[in-house]
């Protein structure tokens, strides 16, 4: 069975500290795909990445930057300088398998950023 | 591209009527998801179809839920009759391939009084 954890129920920092957010998922398919989603105050959900199993390089866009390592089942995703606007709650997720296209989805971590 | 476009915003109905959401799906997209979100269950996959067919709905609650896709540009989620236990906020969501990502509208905020 496919799962993703984020153990990280919320997390509060000061703007311009760095986070981390942690990813944990569980599936026995060989090809799967990772993804995060921001969903603000706003509520809207926005896809942020999307990261197929086969390719293990880092990927830094701007202040984001995600760790994905095979070895130890996690997709984890850095702010680097947080601001406030960073304020949301972000989801993992995971697809791959027999259930090619249904999304598995962790609980969320409410992150927020005080200035 | 405009983005997933859902109608209503919001919507206050009272128990046992009927609602019906809508949803236009990213032109070109051969997927289009229905998700619920609460506070007590999170996100919930209802339905998704491919191709305008209906491919899995084992996520639809019971039969008072049902989901149509009569064209590649437009899809409905109706819930007749309403029940204050299915307020929630209900996403739809499209995306092209398989394994991609998905891109959702804004959401409906349903309240059933």
């Known amino acids: 069975a496919q799962k993703v954890t984020q153990a990280q129920t919320e997390i509060s920092v000061v703007e311009k500290e760095d986070v981390t957010l942690d990813c944990v998922y569980e599936?026995?398919?060989?090809?799967?795909?990772l993804f995060w989603y921001k969903q603000p105050p706003s509520g809207e959900l926005v896809f942020l990445i999307r990261?197929?199993?086969?390719d293990e390089q880092n990927e830094i866009s701007g202040r984001y930057s995600w760790n994905f390592q095979k070895s130890t089942s996690s997709f984890n995703f850095t702010i680097t300088a947080s601001q406030v606007v960073d304020s949301a709650v972000y989801f993992c997720?995971?697809?791959?398998?027999?259930?090619?296209?249904?999304?598995?989805w962790g609980a969320g971590t409410k992150l927020i950023i005080k200035p | 591209d405009a983005g997933v476009i859902q109608s209503p915003r919001h919507e206050v109905t009272e128990m046992g009527q009927e609602v019906t959401l809508r949803c236009k799906p990213i032109?070109?997209?051969?997927?289009l998801f229905w998700y619920r979100q609460t506070m007590m269950r999170g996100l919930e996959l209802l339905i998704y179809?491919?191709?305008?067919?209906?491919?899995?709905d084992s996520g639809m609650p019971e039969d008072r839920f049902s989901a149509k896709m009569p064209n590649a540009s437009f899809s409905t989620l109706k819930i007749q009759p309403s029940e204050p236990r299915d307020s929630a906020v209900y996403f739809c969501?499209?995306?092209?391939?398989?394994?991609?990502?998905?891109?959702f509208g804004p959401g409906t905020r349903l309240t059933v009084l």
């Open positions: 599936t026995r398919d060989t090809t799967y795909y």
């Open positions: 032109s070109g997209h051969d997927y």
């Open positions: 990261r197929n199993s086969f």
């Open positions: 969501a499209s995306g092209r391939l398989e394994g991609g990502e998905q891109f």
């Open positions: 179809f491919n191709n305008n067919v209906p491919i899995d």
């Open positions: 997720a995971l697809t791959g398998g027999d259930s090619n296209y249904q999304l598995i």
